[in-house]
């Protein structure tokens, strides 16, 4: 009894795939290749959501697209080409590392660089300055023994 509680409740726990029977398409092949695709593909509404888990309107409207590309022929790269033309670079998943992005992939690596090198030249020039100590004159170091004394 409480066995089969547990596995009635896990089974109700598991998120539903927001691919509605509708939209399937009747190739299985093609249908794998439509699965495989929306999962590189963000949900505009959800943010960080692929389209294939998304139960938004316009994650639908793009699972649709999506598959009338497969369905028309586009080849994979085709169809996400026809997609990232009409929705921008924002709707893959995984972005390009060329064109703009290049800056923002190098970015982080540089900055990282250039954090290093600041505290390396920091590090350095402060032990630089606790090196140049100077010796007192003999005149000095007797009036410091008089300021001492009092």
């Keep these: 009894m409480i066995r ?10 598991t998120p539903a795939l927001a691919v509605q029977p509708n939209e399937v398409l009747s190739d299985p092949v093609l249908e794998a290749r ?17 389209i294939d888990d998304s139960n938004a309107d316009l994650a639908r409207d ?19 080409d026809y997609i990232v033309a009409r929705y921008g670079e924002y709707v893959l998943l ?12 190098i970015a982080g690596p540089l900055m990282l660089l250039l954090g290093g090198g600041i505290a390396f030249a920091y590090v350095r ?25 009092k």
Excluded: H, M, Q, Y
Aim: a positive charge; charged letters at 30%.
């Design 125 to 149: 020039r402060r032990n630089g300055a606790e090196a140049a100590v100077v010796e007192l004159s003999a005149e000095e170091e007797k009036r410091l023994a008089e300021i001492l004394k």
């Design 4 to 13: 089969a509680l547990f596995l009635s409740a896990a089974l109700i726990a």
């Design 94 to 105: 995984n972005p390009t590392s060329k064109g703009s992005n290049l800056l923002l992939w």
């Design 34 to 50: 439509a699965r495989a695709l929306s999962k590189d593909l963000r949900c505009l509404v959800c943010r960080n959501e692929n």
């Design 62 to 80: 793009l699972r649709l697209l999506l598959r009338e590309r497969l369905v028309a022929g586009d080849s994979d790269a085709a169809a996400i």
